[in-house]
């Protein structure tokens, strides 16, 4: 996009904005088993983009650095076998509202201070993606199409391991780890800490990540030497 030509005037940004925020939706929603399939864990770092032509596409990030536009959430793809299909795509809709919001707003930095006030609130007219994928979740449950699947949570590894900058955790020391990362949220779908969970912490960053969301298993985190979470590794990349 040329920044030139970039929508300008409050009513085009909010036009642009509406037109990605359809696009998302309908992946989300109309389209969700042909984004399901796209999503795939096996290969690289996938981001979920909005067109302002109504459109939706998943792909790499861009080239470039820094990106002419705001980048979506890194890495989709990675949590998508690792958590409930439902939770998954809250995951990506809330995702998906904050790179709206960063898309609308980076265009109208040159706005003043009640043209930006009158952008948020031509926005937040509309429900978030989130409530609308949350609320055709609940009419789903509802008619009981989906009351088989209702909160379960599935562990994800049943070893009771932590991985702490790419060494394995002495068992006598969970105790301790539960009380040090109760609040650790894992960077990829979000989901908190539990002992009963392999984690994995990124060298560079410093995150944590379940094992599986980042397909790192106990015996490939023995081998490893300093770990790069996707995200990390995808910088390096690009730079």
Known sequence: MDLGSAPRTVEDIFKDYSGRRAGIVRALTHDVDEFYAQCDPDRENLCLYGHSNDSWEVNLPAEEVPPELPEPALGINFARDGMERRDWLSLIAMHSDSWLLSVAF??????????????????????????????????????????????????????GQIKSNSKIADEGGYDE?????????????????????????????????????????PAKAESIKQYKCPRCSSKKARL
């Not at 009351?147 to 049943?158: D, Q, V």
């Not at 990362?181 to 990124?202: K, N, P, Q, V």
Request: hydrophobic fraction near 25%; proline fraction near 1%; glycine fraction near 8%.
């Open 177 to 217: 780890d539960d009380d040090e990362h109760s609040e650790t949220l894992c960077g990829a779908c979000g989901g908190s800490y539990s002992a009963d969970e392999f984690w994995i912490a990124c060298d560079v960053c410093e995150r944590w990540f379940h094992g599986k969301c980042v397909k790192v298993t």
């Open 106 to 159: 980076y265009l109208g930095a040159r706005l003043n201070r009640n043209d930006r006030k009158r952008l948020f609130s031509m926005i937040n007219e509309h429900p978030t993606v989130f409530e609308v994928v949350s609320d055709r979740r609940q009419s789903r449950e509802k008619s009981g199409i989906d009351s088989g699947s209702k909160s379960k949570l599935s562990k994800r590894s049943s070893d």
